[in-house]
Nanobody, 120 residues
Framework: QVQLQESGPGLVKPSQTLSLTCAVS??????????WSWIRQPPGKGLEWMGA???????TYSPALKSRTSISRDTSKNQFTLQLSSVTPEDTAVYFC????????????WGPGTQVTVSS
């Protein structure tokens, strides 16, 4: 059973880079069974897919966020990270990491989410 846990600062200043980590247990981040994704939910809005890192280590990003987003993984720590640069208050959201089954791109497990507020 895969379990995920997000961590990172809850408050980020405008123009800075938001950095979050997702610790994975129950599966390796290199397993062929999953890709690994970041999703966010701004207050009062729906879920927004941000991007993913595949089991082979390649990345794919939302076109709307591609210029500011970077996803990487640390196989020694079995975790993957999100970096979002040049943040504004519009990036305030609950950020989730999730495991994704490659076939059909179906979500399998989610972390509990972490609130990130962008404010000076």
């Amino acid at each position: 059973q895969v379990q995920l846990q997000e961590s990172g600062p809850g408050l980020v200043k405008p123009s800075q880079t938001l950095s979050l980590t997702c610790a994975v247990s129950g599966a390796s981040v290199t397993t062929n069974f999953y890709h690994w994704s970041w999703i966010r939910q701004p207050p009062g809005k729906g879920l927004e897919w941000m991007g993913a890192i595949t089991n082979s280590g390649s990345t794919t990003y939302s076109p709307a966020l591609k210029s500011r987003t970077s996803i990487s993984r640390d196989t020694s720590k079995n975790q993957f990270t999100l970096q979002l640069s040049s943040v504004t208050p519009e990036d305030t959201a609950v950020y989730f990491c999730a495991s994704v089954r490659p076939r059909g791109w179906s979500y399998d497990a989610w972390g509990p989410g972490t609130q990130v507020t962008v404010s000076s």
